[in-house]
């Protein structure tokens, strides 16, 4: 089965794809998104930076085509925070996963969240994405976060911690990409 399959297939709403620096895991998202809105699926996506700062990313060099009702991007930028608080407050994690939820499930719930760079999402944004993965559980929507490995020392602990819950409850599937060797060396 193909990322592509992965993603598609119902079953865990959140599939980690992990693998070194230089592997091709942002070019695999940029395929991933080319693909998927090919399939009518609405994309939206992100990119963390080291400081835990979540922006818009652009994948990819094709235009979205405009969803229904809207202009410009086929989903707007959902938001996984940073909600200020989340991490220490499950009911405000879970307030903002709803929130960022709600243009995912609108229609038909065809819609994917491409996040780049996961590795930098900081605590309270990571406890907005735990309660989004779980409350959009059952549906088609599909997160697809790209973690370069192995994790930073300083991020990993509660990343680990809730990367193992969701694996308890069978919402994660994982795809290791490994580092493409050039055939010069």
């Not at 193909?2 to 598609?8: A, E």
């Not at 994948?59 to 809207?70: I, K, S, V």
């Not at 960022?100 to 994917?112: C, K, M």
């Not at 994660?172 to 010069?184: D, H, Q």
Request: charged share 20%; aromatic share 4%.
């Amino acid at each position: 089965m193909d990322l592509f399959d992965t993603v598609g297939s119902a079953g865990a709403p959140l599939v980690l794809v992990t693998g070194p620096a230089g592997a091709g895991r942002t070019t695999l998202l940029a395929r991933l998104r080319e693909e998927l809105v090919q399939r009518g699926t609405r994309v939206s996506s992100l990119r963390f930076t080291p400081d835990g700062t979540a922006a818009p990313a652009v994948f990819g060099t094709r235009p979205e085509p405009a969803a229904p009702g809207l202009t410009g991007r086929a989903v707007p930028w959902s938001s996984i925070g940073p909600i200020s608080g989340a991490r220490d407050n499950p009911v405000l994690a879970r307030r903002a996963a709803a929130a960022a939820a709600g243009s995912l499930l609108r229609g038909d719930g065809n819609a994917t969240v491409l996040i780049d760079d996961a590795q930098w999402v900081g605590h309270d944004s990571l406890a907005v994405l735990e309660a989004l993965v779980r409350r959009v559980a059952g549906s088609p929507v599909r997160c697809v976060c790209a973690v370069r490995t192995p994790v930073p020392d300083a991020v990993s602990e509660n990343g680990s911690a809730a990367l193992r819950r969701l694996r308890l409850d069978e919402l994660v599937r994982s795809v290791r990409l490994p580092l493409i060797r050039p055939l010069w060396t």
